[in-house]
């Protein structure tokens, strides 16, 4: 939204968001409603706002209530008003309207209300202006020209003065105000709407007109609480949200391993399956792993308590505690019939930004139900999912389905809004009732399309692939007798193996042996050759060594008888 209209920022947390920056600055504003609904404390929210936000002081002229009711009343929202009265910031008056006090001689004359509201503007310079209510200015009048041009004066004069002005009004039967004149006079026109359904309540606001700016124009839901009035702007979200490819763990490990790393950060996560089959033990196991990890998660609880979840989470393993005392985990418990659908969406967006998480846990959100219908719930839902998109937090919605052979939808048909989905869901065989759980969709990632067998225990949660036997899909009991037959198989298989390497390898050092024998053996024989050899050379070299001595004789003696 763009606006060149000046404006005056009310300080209210989504009202300015749904105005494109506030109230018009110099101009009166509408709000109206009937009783109850919130149009004083929206007025005084905005002057204390403007003070103590905007520098900008406020004059507050009430028609019924007196100063001191007012300051006591808004007390209990933490504001302090005789502060900021003895600051010379804040100007309360209370004018009690008498007919005959301005009605003279038949006509309406509003000069007494002008010069005291004149008084107290210039008194302590005042930027922003309240009139509560009008109704109290024009009662018992029926002269439907007098009170137009009346009303044409004060809203001129409001002008003039260039106050940022609210002035409140009750709702009439056929028109916004009673008068059915303000809202055509007025610049800005707000309506409050406090209405039962059901036996619950539930506050909205909608912005009627706003002249010469564009505005929010569906119905916003809002808060009244402790910290005064929060509007809350989800129906204008849009689909514009910045996407993450980064990854989240689940909290078990092997359901990681199903969907390729984890889920994707921001994205809605559906866990739908029947009573009992552990899909809140699934939720308190993602909300654990990601405080331990040092991540704010957010736990809205509609059936269980917070001291219930800290006892149920340790019968499988899991202390939380410690997380709840480090403020890393938050419970938020409350029936979902304590409030109308837009009250908790309001609540839920309020708590969101204060606590500012990164997971939440909405479990059941089947039990909306009961605060209006599938359509309604349907719509409350997917504003919340795209109010979590939008602030990139990964949010699990557990979904209770009835039993039967149709597991795969969903009573309020969310199903196409989330980014995965997974199925919890009982097996029953064999006398026994096992859980198995698979991925029937995940948005972006390739996951894994088996079905895998469900194992609570007080030591954890385990996925556990299941066993194919002859009889089709073994679970539980079933499961681990085939595993022990199996295992007992391999444990034959493989102590045959174990002895035919055993019998082996005595083999083969029998044969080392008998190498190493023959080995010897052979190197004495060598031994013995060469002796042979050596002998055989010895000889050899004596009569050679004879034979030349018999030479050299017989030479010696043919000489010695030719001398004789």
């Known amino acids: 939204m763009l606006s060149n209209l000046p404006k005056s920022p009310t300080g209210i947390e989504g009202l300015d968001e749904i105005t494109d920056g506030g109230l018009p600055t110099g101009r ?78 038949g006509e309406y004359d509003l ?38 041009s009346e009303l044409r004066r004060l809203f001129a004069w ?42 619950i309540s539930t506050r909205r606001m909608r912005i009627v007109k706003y002249r010469g700016s564009t505005h929010g124009t569906n119905e916003y839901p809002f808060l009244i609480d402790k910290d005064g009035i929060s509007v809350m702007p989800i129906t204008s979200i849009k689909l514009d949200h910045t996407i993450s ?9 092997e359901l990681d391993a199903m969907l390729g790393g984890g889920f994707y950060e921001g994205s809605n996560i559906l866990l739908s399956g029947t009573a009992g089959t552990g899909k809140t033990n699934v939720a308190t196991y993602f909300v654990n792993a990601n405080a331990e990890k040092g991540n704010r998660s957010l736990y809205i609880a509609f059936e269980e308590s917070p001291q219930q979840m800290v006892r149920n989470a340790k019968s499988i393993g899991l202390d939380i505690q410690w997380h709840i005392d480090s403020g890393l985990l938050k419970f938020e418990s409350s029936r979902s019939t304590s409030q109308g659908l837009e009250m908790h969406l309001a609540k839920f967006y309020k708590l969101i930004k204060s606590y500012k998480p990164t997971v939440v846990v909405v479990d059941p959100m089947t039990t909306l139900v009961a ?44 199903s196409s809004f989330v980014d995965t989905w997974l199925l919890l869901r009982d097996y029953e065989v064999n006398g026994e009732r096992n859980k198995l759980m698979y991925v029937l969709k995940s948005r972006g990632t390739a996951h894994s399309n088996q079905v895998r067998e469900f194992v609570i225990t007080d030591k954890g949660i385990h996925l556990v692939d299941v ?15 085939a595993e022990a037959r199996f295992n007992a198989r391999d444990a034959i298989r493989r102590n045959d193996l174990f002895i035919r390497q055993q019998k082996l390898a005595y083999e083969k050092h029998v044969t080392e042996a008998e190498i190493k024998s023959l080995t010897v053996r052979r190197d004495m024989q060598d031994k013995q050759i060469e002796s042979f050899k050596s002998i055989e050379e010895k000889r050899q070299d004596d009569v050679a060594s004879d034979q030349a001595l018999l030479k050299s004789a017989r030479g010696k003696g043919r000489n010695d008888h030719a001398k004789k």
């Open 245 to 253: 490819s980064k990854r989240i763990t689940s909290g078990i490990a």
């Open 467 to 481: 066993y194919l036997g002859e009889e089709g899909i073994l679970t539980g009991s079933a499961r681990v007798a």
């Open 371 to 414: 605060s209006g219908s599938a359509k309604e719930v349907r719509a409350m839902l997917s504003r919340m999912m795209d109010m979590f998109r939008a602030e990139n937090i990964t949010a699990i919605f557990t979904s209770l389905t009835e039993g039967g052979d149709n597991l795969e939808h969903t009573d309020i048909g969310v």
């Open 111 to 148: 000069e007494g209300l002008f010069i005291r509201l004149d008084y107290a503007i210039k008194s302590i310079n005042a930027k922003r202006v309240v009139l509560d209510t009008i109704e109290s200015l024009f009662s018992g009048f029926t002269n439907e020209a007098i009170l137009r």
């Open 28 to 105: 009166p504003t509408l709000i109206a409603g009937n009783a109850g609904c919130g149009k004083t404390l929206l007025a005084m929210e905005f002057l204390v706002n403007g003070i103590t936000k905007y520098k900008e002081n406020g004059v507050f002229i009430s028609f019924e209530e007196s100063a001191d009711d007012l300051i006591q009343n808004v007390a209990s929202l933490g504001y302090d008003l005789s502060k900021l009265i003895d600051k010379k910031q804040l100007r309360i008056d209370q004018i009690q309207v008498d007919r005959t006090e301005i009605a003279e001689t």
């Open 158 to 199: 409001l002008k003039d003065r260039g106050v940022t002005a609210i002035i409140t009004g009750e709702c009439g039967d056929a028109t916004l105000t009673r008068q059915g004149l303000e809202e055509y006079v007025s610049d800005c026109v707000i309506l409050l709407d406090h209405r039962i359904v059901n036996q």
